[in-house]
């Protein structure tokens, strides 16, 4: 509800608590990403300064490789997600303020003579899962390991890990603690309550785009300029060999000997059994419990006999021999299985006092014959030579791979059939192929195939454990890009005429604000556009009503709880599509005293913004103390450089 209140996830110093991005080694192998990203393990700067601190610098080569690193862990969750997108959010910013602050807080840090020691490095690298064996333990070869195939050195990691310790000891206080006064809160609680009246016009491109057909140097030039847009996601090619267990189908049928082998071994479990359900009394001397049982053996019901002596029967179902032992003796075991149904026996002393039983019901199963439970013991070992099969054959398969052989001569020399995928996305979506619908064994292996390098041997892939594998390589990675413009023409032509209509419909749209502004009617400004317009609509609410929940709502909408009373303003339509024009006709105030349990929510979490702007001075403090230098030209030299890594022409 107040998101649009909350700053502090975007601010530089609210990482060193959110464990956002500073000291992205870190980030990354806790996130579980340990894949190689392109040689990102190198973090040993070069290429230009984008900073510097102390006698501290940050390289534009570093800030580029943790950008991308960010990226990649960011399209895992987006597949789609392409760089001018992630760009255009701000990351580079935000990361770049994330690391300059990291970076100072440690020299600050060394300035006041402040450390960490090893044993808490030690501590936060044995919790990183990345690290750990099955059995959740640290394993130091697992690290060492890890470490090598990223190409990170272990003192890299250790920095980062140090620093992102210090940030929190040194700056986290600054935030703690902080509590807001009602003077403050007040304004901001009853701007929730607040509710607003105003009407929304689309003023849209396709009404306004060029009936004729763009040339080709206008088109070439726009495909150039927005190359993002029409960028394809990375693609790869997968090749695998699928191992089935119905390959072992013959293998795994069990003999004669083996089926009555494992029926001898298992004999008690097919042998005859039964089971009794008792109802019982415990008495304290013999005397009450011969009555009890006399009174039972003449007819009466064993509960009405326990009710008349301030007693309560004990109900016992589906008793074995071994199970009644445990409260009696083998005198009461061996007469209670003795008697038939409704008979009664006792009274029998034992442990626990005099028992009177009554045999209440009697479950009798006979002996299972080895022709009776055949089918089963047929389907329980075939089960179990199938596993150990299949285990057996993918163990002889890992070897060979470990050992050096390639992808094809595992396949050969093992009969296995290779099958090679389209050019697909991390989805499944072929873009060569609309209709492409990837196989079930296909879509199990989409994960592992886009985690896989170029370099990687094949690997080993589960599709349903235990009985269906399978050994997968990838045979081509296409970069993301976008296609040639021939491919696209006809698709980029439309978004060059919608474009076109964008900025005649942003004029058109200026135009009409500025007739309004001096006193026109919204309708009649419409009207006088002489071209045929939706009608513009109502709009009404509160404003929590609208900033309930984790969604944002639409900009439009947002923008008329932002405006001043009685004003006008325009609001371009995402993805070329027009302009709004956003009118505010009527505010209602609202005052938030009388609901204390919303003052005291906005409290909170205004107490968290203003504590995180406490940080955030304090880190700024710290940056003018030691004289931070920042190149913030280095930005767009780190944007065109991450363009170009992610196949965006420029």
Same mark, same amino acid.
């Given at each position: ?42 973090? =040993?700067?070069? =290429? ?6 102390? =006698? ?8 580029? +490789? ?164 029409? +960028? ?29 082998? @494992? ?89 626990? =006092? ?59 020399? *093992? ?115 002489? @071209? ?34 009685? +004003? ?32 005291? *929510? ?49």
């Amino acid at each position: 509800m107040l998101s649009f209140f909350r700053r502090f996830l975007g601010s530089k110093v609210g990482a060193f608590i959110a464990l956002a991005f500073l000291g992205v080694i870190a980030f990354a192998f806790a996130a579980g990403d340990i894949t190689n990203t392109g040689g990102l393990g190198n973090l =040993g700067g070069g =290429g230009g300064t984008a900073a510097k601190v102390g =006698g501290e610098k940050l390289s534009v080569t570093e800030l580029q +490789s943790r950008v991308q690193r960010a990226f990649e862990q960011e399209r895992k969750q987006n597949p789609g997600l392409q760089i001018g997108e992630f760009i255009a959010k701000g990351a580079v910013e935000q990361i770049y303020d994330q690391m300059v602050a990291g970076l100072t807080v440690s020299a600050y840090a060394d300035d006041q003579g402040m450390s960490v020691s090893k044993r808490m490095v030690d501590g936060q690298i044995a919790g990183i899962p990345a690290f750990q064996d099955a059995s959740g333990k640290f394993s130091q070869d697992l690290f060492r390991q890890l470490l090598a195939r990223e190409g990170i050195s272990e003192q890299a990691l250790r920095d980062d890990m140090s620093r992102d310790l210090i940030g929190k000891q040194l700056v986290g206080p600054a935030s703690l603690g902080v509590r807001l006064g009602d003077s403050l809160v007040l304004p901001y609680a009853s701007l929730l309550l607040e509710a607003r009246a105003g009407r929304i016009a689309a003023i849209p491109a396709a009404a306004f785009a060029p009936k004729t057909a763009p040339t080709d140097a206008q088109l070439q030039n726009f495909y150039t300029k927005n190359a993002d847009r029409y +960028s394809i996601p990375e693609q790869r090619k997968l090749r695998y060999a699928v191992i089935d267990a119905a390959r072992f189908a013959g293998a795994a049928n069990p003999t004669d000997a083996e089926i009555a082998a @494992a029926y001898n071994q298992n004999k008690v479990s097919y042998a005859a059994t039964q089971t009794r359900n008792f109802d019982r009394l415990v008495l304290p001397t013999e005397a009450a419990a011969k009555t009890i049982a006399a009174d039972v053996k003449a007819g009466k019901s064993m509960a009405d006999a326990a009710r008349a002596a301030g007693l309560a029967v004990a109900t016992l179902t589906k008793q074995t021999k071994a199970m009644l032992a445990k409260d009696g003796n083998d005198a009461v075991v061996q007469a209670a299985f003795a008697a038939p149904k409704d008979g009664v026996v006792g009274p029998i002393r034992t442990g626990l =006092g005099w028992q009177v039983l009554r045999v209440t019901a009697i479950d009798t199963v006979a002996e299972r014959t080895l022709a009776q439970v055949r089918p089963e013991l047929i389907a329980t070992l075939k089960g179990q030579k199938t596993a150990q099969l299949i285990s057996d054959f993918t163990g002889r398969i890992e070897d060979q791979v470990a050992e050096g052989a390639t992808f094809d001569e595992v396949a050969k020399d *093992n009969g296995l059939a290779i099958e090679t995928s389209p050019a697909v996305i991390s989805t499944g979506q072929a873009v060569q192929d609309s209709i492409f619908k990837p196989s079930a064994d296909l879509q199990a292996l989409l994960k592992p195939g886009f985690d896989m390098t170029a370099d990687d041997d094949g690997q080993l892939v589960p599709i349903i454990p235990n009985q269906r594998y399978a050994l997968l390589d990838v045979s081509e990675i296409i970069p993301a890009a976008p296609p040639p413009l021939a491919k696209v023409r006809d698709i980029v032509a439309r978004q060059y005429q919608l474009n076109q209509g964008a900025i005649k419909a942003k004029a058109v749209a200026e135009e009409l604000r500025t007739k309004i502004a001096k006193g026109m009617s919204l309708d009649d400004a419409i009207k006088s556009v002489g @071209a045929p317009l939706p009608a513009p609509q109502k709009v009404a609410g509160r404003r929590a009503d609208l900033m309930r929940g984790q969604e944002r709502p639409p900009e439009e909408i947002a923008l008329l709880f932002a405006m001043a009373p009685k +004003s006008v303003k325009t609001l371009a339509i995402p993805n070329d599509q027009g302009t709004f024009i956003v009118q505010l006709d009527a505010i209602q105030r609202a005052d938030a005293a009388k609901q204390p349990a919303l003052v005291e *929510n906005v409290r909170g979490q205004l107490s968290q913004v203003a504590g995180s702007e406490y940080a955030d001075q304090f880190e700024r403090a710290m940056e003018k103390q030691l004289g931070v230098k920042r190149d913030a030209a280095a930005l767009a030299t780190v944007k065109q450089a991450l363009r170009a890594a992610n196949g965006v022409t420029p």
